[in-house]
């Protein structure tokens, strides 16, 4: 249902803030990882996924253990997706060095730097943070990331989010140079807990649909 960077969450090694889990003030000029992706094993998040208005899915994230692979340490998140068709399972590992968050999958031979979509802790507001292009023959995708917003509010069914950082991902699709879908998603992480909600508009044609993941419980350790 969702671009691959949204499985992107909550990670990271060296986040430790001895107990303290004020959120960062939003006066300060930076946010940083641990700010956006608190880390301790045994944090859970729970979502649901609506399609114009219709409940579709719902989502449990775990972090269930801290481990080292490829002699770094992280923390292993699985990620259940319970779906009309059934369950389906990931599993991926987070690590954070010097405000860098990384991600594998397990069996990739090296970690995957994912700054470059969040655009923290430099990027300001309107900035485009992240471009790709997308071709194999006549498809293509094209994709461009922006920082949307560093301090929005939110009302979500598990609470009223202040000081929320919000990635707006514009998406083209097609065949032989048409474009044939237009995605746009807005995507919120809520300092100290992070990941929150998701709303993706696809267009197609004269065809539009609405799809929101919501959070409906959390528990950070």
């Not at 059934?86 to 995957?112: A, R």
Request: overall charge negative.
């Amino acid at each position: 249902m969702r671009p691959f960077f949204l499985l992107i969450v909550l990670l990271l090694s060296g986040c430790d803030n001895n107990g303290d889990d004020t959120p960062t003030d939003p006066g300060e000029s930076t946010l940083s990882a641990c700010d956006l992706f608190p880390l301790t094993v045994g944090n859970r998040w729970t979502y649901i996924g609506m399609k114009n208005g219709e409940m579709e899915a719902e989502e449990i994230r775990e972090i269930v253990c801290d481990t080292t692979l490829l002699n770094r340490k992280c923390y292993r998140m699985e990620y259940d997706f319970h779906l009309a068709s059934g369950l389906v399972e990931l599993t991926k590992y987070y690590s954070y060095q010097s405000d860098t968050i990384f991600w594998n999958h397990g069996h990739e031979n090296s970690w995957f730097k994912m700054n470059e979509f969040l655009g923290f802790p430099e990027a300001n507001e309107g900035d485009t943070i992240h471009q790709s292009e997308y071709r194999d023959h006549d498809y293509f995708e094209n994709s461009v990331y922006i920082v949307h917003q560093k301090y929005a509010s939110i009302n979500l069914e598990a609470g009223v989010f202040d000081s929320c950082y919000v990635v707006k991902i514009e998406r083209i699709k097609g065949a032989n140079s048409n474009i044939e879908n237009r995605d746009v998603f807005y995507d919120y992480y809520a300092i100290g807990i992070g990941f929150i909600y998701e709303e993706w508009t696809r267009t197609s044609g004269d065809v539009q649909d609405v799809e929101e993941w919501e959070l409906q419980t959390y528990d950070i350790r």
